[in-house]
Nanobody
Framework: EVRLVESGGGLVQPGGSLRLSCAAS????????MTWVRQAPGKRVEWVAS????????DYADFVKDRYTISRDNAKNMLYLQMDSLKPEDTAVYFC?????RGQGTQVTVSS
């Protein structure tokens, strides 16, 4: 059974940073492309970033390029999202995703 558990969200001031983590189990993590998506209140889920199984390839939505960094530790079955220069419009629930499976999400709130 695929299990994804996100953590690391919280309240941060504009311009601040957070690092999200996702603990994965139940599948061959190192062979799976992993993705972060987010959902703001009243909005659809939007793709944020993806990373290939071997971490050789990453891709980012235009609105997070140069601010967010996706990474992974295949030895630990962990996925990460380093978020810098956060903006109020980054406020959302962030989910890690593998194929169509997501965790419960972690809330990120950017506010002064």
């Amino acid at each position: 059974e695929v299990r994804l558990v996100e953590s690391g969200g919280g309240l941060v001031q504009p311009g601040g940073s957070l690092r999200l983590s996702c603990a994965a189990s139940g599948f061959t993590f190192g062979r799976s492309t992993m993705t972060w998506v987010r959902q703001a209140p009243g909005k659809r889920v939007e793709w944020v970033a993806s990373i290939s199984g071997g971490a050789l390839s990453t891709d980012y939505a235009d609105f997070v390029k140069d601010r967010y960094t996706i990474s992974r530790d295949n030895a630990k079955n962990m996925l990460y999202l380093q978020m810098d220069s956060l903006k109020p419009e980054d406020t959302a629930v962030y989910f890690c995703q593998r194929d169509m499976s997501r965790g419960q999400g972690t809330q990120v709130t950017v506010s002064s």
